[in-house]
């Protein structure tokens, strides 16, 4: 990724709210808040609102990867001490070993193999077209750029997300402007800028015989001059674009899960490819049925009898049939039965299963009868004492 002064200048931990230290997740979760606040969705016609987003998705385009974040890191460090800056008596050269800063091999020589000439993959990684030699060059600007990364959320039902789901997304993101095809122009005629010769770039001086590259400040780096502007993108070229999409969410996703979609997010700048799109799914609840992992859950009530002398209970599925399943003599509540196969569609193919929990269902009413049959039930059974062991075992006996 090439990084221009305009961005080095900008303290990008400072534009999401996080310290420099801050982990992959922190930054995630910054971005994540402040593009919701900040959506042109959410705030339509508020340019200010805009301009928060764009800022902040590009502060998290750069330090969300970590050789970008790592490049504009040693950047801000090496122009904040000012190790670009002639040392005195120096004679227009640099105040530190030029070895160390191109990364050359021991013994190169500045021209030579891995020496100052060669860019031997230090200045010219860390910097990716800052710097120029010569002052001559395109520079990061007029190279193809990759549309940005763009987020959204939708919610599921519990079912979609057991099953998967085609959903429409309407997505908002920077593109080409419509109304000029991206010229900037309302007739669609730009001219030139002479101040860069249509690079996008003027370079200063900045000794040692290189230069530093700043956005030229004439057409605001496009390279293009409108001399009408465009009344929608008023001469930038590019505008707030929205467009609905069907997306296909895969089955088994879970609540809070975030899906990525290569190609599918802002398209690119001069040919670049176009950014990802990262759904983030949100689940509803069902009254029925629970999930844990790649299995579903569900509560079943049984009466006394049927767990006390077994027999075979009728089970509702997700979508589908009911099942049986047998209840051995003697169940106890709180006891977990599987019905293989019912459960969420794995990434393979296959499915989980059905945890069935049984619960003893207590009758409120009773019938004259059933009283009758329990009382003479407690009386067969008085000389058994279900808690006998739990004093047993309270004494430590």
């Known amino acids: 990724m090439s990084l221009s002064r305009e961005v080095l200048e900008k303290d990008l931990y400072k534009v999401l709210g996080v310290p420099k230290d801050a982990t992959e997740a922190e930054i995630k979760k910054a971005y994540r808040k402040l593009a919701r606040e900040n959506h042109p969705d959410a705030n339509t016609g508020d340019a200010k609102a805009e301009e928060r987003f764009k800022e902040v998705s590009e502060a998290n385009d750069i330090l969300s990867d970590s050789k970008s974040r790592k490049e504009y890191d040693e950047a801000r460090t090496l122009l904040g001490s000012g190790g670009f800056r002639p040392g005195p008596g120096a004679g227009g050269n640099f105040n530190f070993d030029l070895g160390d800063l191109f990364g050359g091999q021991p013994g190169g020589t500045a021209g030579g193999p891995g020496g100052a000439g060669g860019f ?48 429409p997304l309407r997505m908002s993101s920077s593109a080409a402007c419509k109304a000029c095809s991206g010229t900037g122009d309302k007739n669609g005629t730009p001219r030139v800028c002479p101040t860069c010769v249509g690079t996008g770039q003027v370079s200063r001086g900045g000794g040692g015989g290189f230069s530093l590259t700043d956005p030229c400040m004439d057409c605001k780096g496009r390279g293009l001059i ?19 999409m069907q997306v296909r969410i895969p089955a088994g996703v879970s609540d809070g899960q975030r899906i990525r979609l ?56 997700l979508g589908g ?12 509540g709180g006891r977990t039965m599987r019905a293989r196969g019912k459960g969420t569609t794995r990434k393979d193919g296959t499915r989980g299963d059905l945890l069935v929990t049984v619960e003893i269902a207590v009758p409120k009413d009773l019938s004259k009868k059933a009283q009758d049959a329990l009382e003479s039930y407690r009386e067969a059974t008085a000389d058994e004492d279900p808690r006998a062991a739990l004093f047993k075992a309270a004494k430590g006996d």
Do not use: M
């Open 120 to 167: 031997g993959g230090g200045l010219g990684d860390v910097f990716g077209g800052l710097f120029n030699r010569g002052g001559t060059g395109t520079g990061a600007r007029t190279q193809p750029r990759r549309g940005q990364d763009v987020e959204s959320e939708v919610t599921l039902s519990f079912t979609e997300a057991v099953e998967g789901a085609t959903v």
């Open 321 to 332: 049939p009911p099942v049986k399943l047998k209840l051995p003599p003697g169940t106890p």
């Open 226 to 244: 409108a001399e009408n502007p465009c009344d929608v993108c008023r001469g930038s070229g590019r505008a707030t674009s929205s467009r609905t």
């Open 262 to 317: 290569r190609g599918k997010g802002a398209p690119g700048e001069r040919g670049g490819p176009a950014g990802d799109l990262y759904v983030v799914v949100h689940v509803d609840g069902h009254a029925v049925f629970g999930r844990r992992g790649d299995n579903l859950t569900v509560t079943v009530p049984v009466t006394f009898t049927e767990a006390a002398l077994g027999g075979e209970i009728v089970v509702p599925t």
